[in-house]
């Protein structure tokens, strides 16, 4: 006999002849006819009507039957609340039948039954069936609290049952136990302040032993519990975290999620120079990897998890890239969240390989995919500056197919890289130029304005180009609108006399013929800016740009705090606190990780988290930093909202290309002489790059050889360099500068020593620095207070800081200064030690270096060797010392002395190196490992000029 | 929690509705068939918001699965149970089909009135369920049985009912893996893995408790201490010969994970897989291996472009196992450009075909022994074409199979204890099979 048969009636009178057939005497006929109601009920149709007819079969011993009159009464109990009534004294009949089954079935049911007037009567049979004898009807009793306090939840406070389900957590069956737990923590949600969980130490170790005996949803259930709880200390989060982790090898996937989250949430209090934390980090990597074997729709949610875990946690998973390289027949959604992980784990390492898969993904067939494969490539040249030419190629490659999404997208990156790297890829320009007429969306036609508008003074018919954009000017977006108002006026500045006509027209066009009051400020500020001061339109249109920093689309740190606490969960899917989809009270509580209480280190633990606690994290998430606003709107940096203008991390700051050589802008540069513009003041104090590297294992065998202690001796002064002549007199028409550097109390001194070997007097002294390396700018102006006569010298000590704006240089301590007096401005360029710049506060942790030490590549250490120098170990230590290098440890192998420093840049920049000295042989070998490898060939210069002098 | 499941045929007709939860109206229903199902575009994720509720779907064969909520539920949870939800209906009544479900809607009622309540999960192993939700109608249960039922629902063992008998006890390993690769033209290999699953079939008697054993390094390492490790050092180095043939002592499994019978806190502490296995098939274990792994096949690519308008092809196969055993089902995939005109192909084995719409030759063949190698030629002939770009050149593809392990994994034993019914481990019949199949496997041209 088949069931669909009940799917077909559709005949008039089809309510009539239920009815009859509902009465009557025959059980099988009822049963059909019940069947047919419930089949007409799920195809959406009105079969209310029937309710006392369906309400009278109910009586009965077929529990088949009785199932499906109750899913009938649990639809339409609402809509007939009289009615329901009638089936009251079944349910309380049902409560005390001998079949735990049955029992169950009715409790069950009962809670479904959404009428307030029969709640009233249920609580009886409620409270007798959470004590039941049998474990089955308990744990369906624990559930039915949940759904009664859902319809009532002043009643189930009222009657006590809140008690009776917690003391369900100590019940003798993990499955009574998982469902209560599941009950309680729904119920502790929506009251956020009730210690209704009330969990401590007893409860959770009652919650530990059911996790390993229940069902796997029941363990879902507990983990997502345990996750809500905040351990006392470092030593019980630990304990927590070992029962945790065998679930990570469970064949659910929800299992292994609810597991990771508890881990890394619990992870945040445990100490980092803990071998136990090295051990967990390890674990979290493989059964991460697996979910990628689960079905697509898991796989789905788990790489969704995984982007935040990157975020957190990137040191998890940074060996694991190849898992992430896309299949050929992955659903779309799987890989497109693959690509997205496959950036965030971008790095030196294993740029080739990243690079080869984007490239084949960038030919494939899906539109969007294919789009932010272009769109990836150019992440990876703003990230790894070592592929940028590579990328840039790609990108070009890319272009010449002609296939237009492709063409505009990468424009769009291109973009990106020129802001990256300003005057480096200026080439590629004229390619860009040939696919202008293709171009139809708007942020690729904006992008396409932008260059030209940035070098303008490189094209040609720049003028042309952007005119023709102009006659269509109402039609566009306001974002190609506000692009092409800044490119002309940027254009104006550069090349005033070709241009007054079109700096008119899109003026005009700007303030009067457009309503859009963006637009329009905007176009008036600049008409102003033009017509009172020309010089200052300059400095504000065409000033210096911040470089964009690599890691554009990372989430905001306290969100990302609030979703790792939901890891696994729709939250974490959606990249959205609860509160964004989840309407009324649930959610509205925001999760916090867990304050680290180990070992002095609370300072890793930002403090945001608790300031933007209360209020609502919708309030969008300000990644661009305030600076931006007016500034930054002026100096068009709307094109990339994405984009991180902020002080970029230090690192960074290093790996910025581009020369600009002294010839071009100085004149402004010497106008503007006291402060230049603040733009990179962000740079010195940026935080220093210390970041998740510090949390790599501790232990093998290099951990005890620390223990040995290096005695440090007393320090002896910094080492400073003679004075050598800078600027010889016949260049500077008779001005002769040497000079030299020095660190004194922390204080970077420039030490001048100014001749006048000319016949006339020299008085308006001024010196500026062109951008450099490590950001290096006079604290204050050139003290010459008297004017400085024939033949007479005097000695100035220039004090400098190193919040400048940076720049890198070719040596890397290469220093171009502009040297004014009332004669003349003169150039010149000197090297300065880097030693200068090595600060006080470099002597680094012992756990700390050895982690460091352990993370940093191996690519990244270079070896040197120090020839003639005759000190022993214990001197060499101390005269380093006294240049801010840090010795931390110090063992003998054989009579060989190894000594371990640490040198801390002003700029925030670790230098490791393990300085080995043998007795009796003059040279000594150094190895110096560094994330910025650039500087290892300075520092090993100082160490050279230290030793020996 | 989840609020409530609805079941929809290809044409968005809902086949069953079942809502739990007061936030979830009919209007859930229509939401999903007008955004989803009958959308114009191509489903772009599995997890849809309309209107502030979240719909959570999969698809088998025509049919959707969609579970709807309007919490922030664990996804994670919702994905695992529709698809146990379609394990229990396949293990009730077979395929998911339309006819299927309209056939046994009163019985997937009852099932998502007990695996469902409240829209949270409860116990949903097929095993249980069947032992009181039938499609012939409850017998009347005696008292005894009815405590037994609710016990095994709720208790530990959950997965496994007391009480069945076998007159002979046998059980059947399968070790199934899939072995991936990704090799240069060089014949370097880019990437490779082994994705492996233990399949068990068990017919035993009782509440058997099992231990199950294989040569994990990091088991053996622990039992042998010094000598045996040495020795397992020794046999990884000839693993190229030998290849199937226990050449390796032990392999370094890089994670595994295990049915929920398996006691994982045992796994975490010892290493030691032990359980009470459910009655007839389960999956015991997958697991992923990356290092040492025995590559069946080499594929030596050589493409020679002979002017513009010509292509020639060579291919070698050789075959990296032992002798005596035999691959099965092997397909070589070469593609070909898209503007391909025509192909001449000579092969020495099997055989070999140009296949237009597929844009390849597909070479095809029945069997083949270890340490033999074949070859195929081709000629491709190639219309002149005035587009730029140059032909991407795709991976050679491979499929076979194989009667062995790649990864090198081997049973070691698996015990069985059944203290209370009479009959010993050797008394039962244990059968242990390797199959080896081809993933992605590719080598680049």
Request: with cysteine; glycine share 4%; net charge negative.
């Given at each position: 006999m088949t069931d669909s048969k009940y799917f077909t009636t559709t005949k008039k009178g089809e309510i009539f002849e239920l009815k009859a057939e509902l009465n009557s005497d025959k059980k099988e006929k009822k049963k059909e006819a019940v069947k047919k109601v419930i089949a007409s009920m799920t195809v959406g149709k009105d079969v209310s009507a029937l309710f006392p007819d369906v309400v009278n079969?109910?009586?009965?011993?077929?529990l088949e039957l009785k199932k499906l009159v109750y899913l009938y009464l649990m639809n339409y109990a609402k809509s007939q609340p009289d009615m329901a009534i009638m089936a009251v004294n079944t349910f309380v009949k049902d409560c005390e039948d001998p079949n735990p089954l049955i029992r169950a079935l009715a409790v069950r049911t009962m809670g479904c039954i959404r009428v307030d007037k029969i709640t009233e009567y249920l609580c009886e049979p409620l409270r007798k069936c959470l004590k039941d004898e049998d474990p089955y009807v308990r744990k369906t009793a624990a559930v039915c609290v949940a759904k009664l306090h859902d319809i009532n939840a002043q009643l189930v406070e009222d009657q006590g049952f809140l008690d009776t389900l917690k003391d369900l957590i100590s019940d003798s069956n993990p499955m009574v136990v998982a469902n209560a737990v599941a009950a309680l923590s729904e119920i502790a949600e929506s009251h956020p302040n009730s210690n209704l969980l009330d969990l401590n130490p007893q409860s959770i170790n009652k919650l530990l032993t059911a996790l390993n005996e229940c069902t796997e949803w029941g363990q879902i259930f507990i983990l997502d519990c345990l996750a809500n709880y905040t351990p006392r200390d470092d030593r019980e989060s630990q304990s927590i975290c070992e029962r945790v982790t065998p679930r990570l090898s469970h064949a659910n996937s929800a299992v292994v999620l609810s597991a990771v989250k508890v881990l890394m949430k619990f992870m945040?209090?445990?100490?980092?120079?803990?071998?136990y934390y090295g051990t967990l980090l390890k674990k979290l990597a493989p059964p991460l990897v697996t979910l990628l074997s689960a079905e697509p729709e898991l796989q789905y949610v788990a790489l969704r998890n995984i982007n935040l875990i990157v975020q957190k946690r990137p040191e998890i998973l940074k060996h694991e890239m190849k898992v992430f390289f896309v299949k050929y027949n992955d659903p779309i959604y799987v890989k497109l969240e693959k690509l997205d992980i496959m950036i965030r784990l971008a790095s030196q390492a294993n740029i080739a390989q990243v690079l080869a898969e984007l490239k084949e993904y960038a030919t494939e067939v899906d539109v969007d995919f294919v789009r932010k494969a272009v769109r990836a490539i150019g992440r990876c040249a703003i990230k790894v500056e070592q592929s940028a030419e590579r990328c840039v190629s790609t990108l070009l490659d890319l272009i010449q197919t002609k296939v237009n999404y492709v063409v505009q997208e990468a424009i769009v990156v291109i973009k990106d890289i020129f802001r990256k790297y300003p005057n480096k890829y200026e080439s590629v320009i004229a390619t860009l130029c040939e696919n202008l007429d293709s171009l139809d969306e708007p942020e690729a036609r904006a992008a396409m304005i932008w260059i030209v508008g940035e070098y303008a003074e490189r094209i040609d018919n720049a003028d042309e180009l952007l005119e023709s954009f102009l006659e269509g000017f109402h039609d566009e977006s306001t974002q190609v609108q506000l692009q092409l108002l800044t490119a002309i006026v940027k254009l104006f500045l550069k090349k005033p006399t070709e241009t007054q006509e079109l700096v008119q027209q899109v003026l005009s066009l700007a303030t009067q013929d457009s309503d859009n009051p963006d637009l329009r400020d905007r176009g008036y500020i600049y008409w102003r800016l033009l017509s009172t001061d020309p010089v200052a339109a300059k400095e504000v249109v065409l000033a210096e740009k911040p470089l964009i920093s690599e890691e554009t689309d990372l989430i905001e740190p306290t969100l990302l705090e609030e979703l790792i606490c939901h890891i696994g969960t729709l939250a974490s899917v959606y990249h959205k606190p609860p509160s964004a989809f989840v309407e009324g009270s649930r959610g509205v509580m925001h999760k916090r990780l867990p304050a680290r209480t180990g070992s002095g280190e609370g300072t890793e633990c930002p403090d945001v988290g608790n300031a933007a606690g209360g209020s609502a994290p919708e309030a969008a998430p300000s990644i661009i930093p305030s600076q931006g606003d007016l500034l930054g709107d002026l100096l068009n940096l709307d094109l990339a909202p994405p984009t991180t203008t902020g002080p970029t991390p230090s690192t960074s700051g290093m790996q910025m290309g581009g020369m600009d050589l002294l010839g071009g802008g100085l004149e402004s540069l010497l106008f503007n002489m006291v402060s230049h513009p603040k733009m990179g003041a962000g740079f010195g104090a940026a935080p220093a790059v210390m970041p998740a590297s510090l949390n790599a294992p501790v232990g093998g065998g290099l951990g005890d050889l620390f223990d040995l202690g290096g005695g440090v001796g007393m320090p002896m002064g910094a080492y400073i360099p003679p004075k050598t002549v800078w600027l010889p007199a016949m260049k500077a028409k008779g001005l002769e500068i040497s000079g030299t550097f020095a660190r004194r109390a922390g204080v970077i001194q420039m030490e001048l020593v100014l001749t006048n070997k000319a016949m006339s007097v020299m008085t308006d002294f001024a010196i500026q620095f062109n951008r450099n390396s490590f950001g290096l700018a006079p604290a204050g102006p050139l003290q010459v207070l008297t004017p400085l006569g024939p033949n007479q010298t005097i000695e100035v000590s220039l004090p400098l800081s190193t919040v400048g704006p940076v720049m890198k240089m070719d040596p890397l301590n290469n220093l171009q200064v502009a040297v004014k007096n009332n004669i003349d401005v003169f150039y010149f360029s000197c090297q300065y030690p880097i030693s200068m710049l090595f600060v006080e506060d470099g002597k680094m942790e012992r756990q700390v270096f050895l982690a460091t030490w352990k993370d940093?590549?191996?690519?990244?250490e270079s070896q040197f060797q120090i020839q003639d120098c005759h000190l022993n170990s214990e001197a060499a230590s101390n005269k380093l010392q006294g240049s801010n290098i840090f010795t931390i440890a110090k063992r003998t192998v054989e009579g060989q002395d190894m000594l371990y420093m640490s040198i801390k840049l002003s700029n925030g920049i670790w230098v490791l190196a393990e300085l080995k000295v043998q007795a009796g042989n003059p040279n000594y070998t150094i190895s110096l490992k560094c994330r910025a490898p650039e500087v290892s060939q300075c520092v090993f210069q100082c160490y050279e000029a230290v030793l020996k002098n | 929690m989840i609020g409530g499941l609805f079941i929809y045929n290809h044409k968005g007709e809902v086949l069953i509705s079942r809502v739990y939860?007061?936030?979830?109206?009919?209007?859930a229903v229509d939401a999903f068939r007008v955004n989803v199902i009958h959308a114009r575009q191509q489903v772009r994720s599995p997890v849809t918001n309309i209107a502030r509720t979240s719909f959570f779907h999969v698809k088998r064969s025509n049919i959707w699965l969609a579970a709807v909520t309007k919490q922030n539920v664990n996804a994670a949870m919702v994905f695992e149970f529709l698809y146990k939800m379609c394990d229990v209906m396949t293990a009730y009544f077979g395929k998911i089909s339309e006819e299927n479900i309209k056939n046994n809607f009163v019985l997937i009622y009852e099932l998502l009135d007990e695996i469902l309540d409240f829209g949270y999960p409860q116990n949903s192993e097929t095993g249980a369920l069947k032992t009181f939700i039938t499609q012939t109608g409850i017998k009347s249960q005696s008292k005894e049985e009815q405590s037994q039922i609710t016990s095994q629902v709720t208790g530990q063992i959950g997965w496994r009912r007391e009480g069945i008998k076998y007159r002979r006890n046998e059980l059947f390993l399968d070790v199934l893996e899939s072995v991936n690769l990704l090799m240069s033209p060089q014949g370097q290999v880019l990437s490779a893995h082994v994705s492996g699953r233990v399949v068990m079939k068990s017919y035993l008697s009782g509440m058997p408790e099992c231990k199950f054993g294989m040569n994990d390094k990091i088991v053996i390492d622990k039992q042998g201490k010094g000598g045996a490790s040495e020795e397992a050092a020794a046999g990884k180095s000839d693993l190229g010969g030998s290849g199937g043939g226990g050449g390796k002592q032990s392999i370094a499994i890089d994670d595994c994970t295990f049915h929920q019978c398996v006691r994982l806190s045992k796994f975490d502490a010892e290493r030691s897989i032990s359980f009470i296995p459910p009655d007839g098939e389960c999956e015991l274990m997958r697991y992923r291996t990356t290092k040492d792994i025995i590559l069946p096949f080499r594929v030596i690519p050589l493409v020679r472009e002979v002017g513009r308008t010509k292509l020639e092809v060579k291919v070698v196969i050789k075959s990296n196992f032992k002798p005596s055993l035999l691959a099965q089902k092997i397909e070589v995939r070469i593609p070909t450009p898209l503007n391909t005109s025509g192909v001449q192909v000579i092969c020495m084995k099997g055989k070999a075909k140009y296949k237009a719409s597929e844009n390849a030759i597909v070479w095809k063949i029945k069997r083949m022994a270890g340490m033999k190698e074949s070859q195929i030629s081709a000629e491709i002939e190639l219309l002149p074409t005035n587009d730029k770009k140059k032909w991407a050149r795709p991976p050679i593809s491979m499929n076979f199979e194989v009667p062995f392990a790649p990864s090198g994994l081997k049973v070691r034993y698996l015990k069985v204890f059944e203290p209370k019914l009479n009959y010993s481990d050797h008394d039962v019949i244990k059968w242990v099979r390797y199959i080896g199949r081809s993933g992605i496997y590719e080598t680049r041209c």
């Open positions: 079969c109910m009586q009965t011993d077929n945040e209090m445990l100490p980092k120079d803990l071998d940093i590549p191996n690519d990244n | 939860r007061d936030d979830i109206g009919r209007n």
